[in-house]
C-alpha cells in the first residue's frame, strides 16, 4: 500500500473536499479518452496525480499541477 502524504500547492495545504481529512494515498491516473483507446495509444493520453482521502476514499485529481508532496509517519 502506498505511503501516506500530505500535499500542498504552493502555500496551501490541500484537505479533502468531502470530509476535511488532510492525509492521502498518492496514485497516477491516466485520463483515457475513447478515440485514445480505439487506437491502442491510450498510454499517450494526459496524465494526473490522485489524491485518495485516508478517512473516506474521496479521489481528488489534478491535472498539470505544481503539487508537493510530504511523507506522513502513520
Not at 489524491?51 to 473516506?56: M, Q, S, T
Amino acid at each position: 500500500m502506498a505511503k501516506p502524504v500530505r500535499a500542498a500547492l504552493g502555500e496551501i495545504w490541500i484537505t479533502c473536499q468531502i470530509c476535511k481529512g488532510d492525509v492521502f494515498r498518492e496514485r497516477g491516473v491516466l485520463l483515457n479518452s475513447a478515440g485514445m483507446e480505439f487506437m491502442k495509444l491510450a498510454w499517450a493520453d494526459e496524465k494526473a496525480t490522485g489524491l485518495i482521502c485516508r478517512r473516506c476514499g474521496y479521489v481528488h485529481l489534478f491535472v498539470d499541477s505544481d503539487i508537493k508532496l510530504y511523507r506522513v509517519d502513520k
